[in-house]
């Protein structure tokens, strides 16, 4: 619907363009009905909430677009509510991490954490990856093998880390493990 608007003020724009150049005024009947059409379709484009826009965005793989609606998502709820519960927030918060996340955005993943103490240690990993930080994410995939030596995911994401690193010799001492 986006789309249709910006088309339609593209071409009255043109119109009257056209219509100045050509030493004519343009027609004010068809100017009028053509923005009440756009005036209309924006009502009820207005009428949608942004998050389902940003929910319908993700789906569709329009991650500047649902980054987009998404902040106005948070900022409407900022403005309605001055308290939030730690829940809401983190879901608020998350959301807007895996946007940027699929946008490889590293340094909007960076700020992000550096505002909010809400990431998780594996979702730090995930984003030290996303960001190419190999050593910072190797770190931590070492860590949690101590823990769990046994769990496949945790070696994968290793092994991914020292390959990425081009540390192809330590790879291999794992792979033998």
Not at 54 to 70: E, N, P, Q, T, V
Not at 83 to 101: A, N, P
């Amino acid at each position: 619907m986006s789309r249709w608007v910006q088309e339609k003020k593209k071409t009255l724009a043109l119109q009257r363009l056209a219509a100045i150049r050509a030493g004519h005024s343009p027609s004010e009947f068809s100017e009028a009905a053509t923005l009440a059409q756009i005036d209309n379709v924006e009502k009820v484009m207005s009428s949608i909430p942004p998050r389902v826009i940003a929910k319908r965005a993700i789906d569709c793989g329009s991650f500047a677009r649902a980054l987009f609606h998404w902040e106005h998502f948070i900022r409407e709820q900022t403005q309605k509510s001055t308290s939030f519960d730690r829940e809401e927030r983190e879901d608020m918060y998350h959301g807007l991490q895996s946007i940027y996340s699929q946008l490889d955005e590293p340094d909007g993943l960076e700020g992000l954490s550096a505002q909010l103490n809400i990431l998780t240690p594996e979702q730090q990993a995930l984003q030290h990856r996303r960001a190419g930080q190999w050593s910072a994410a190797q770190s931590w995939y070492e860590i949690e093998l101590m823990h769990q030596p046994a769990d496949r995911c945790l070696q994968l994401g290793l092994l991914d880390c020292l390959q990425e690193s081009g540390q192809h010799g330590k790879a291999l001492e794992q792979l033998r493990q």
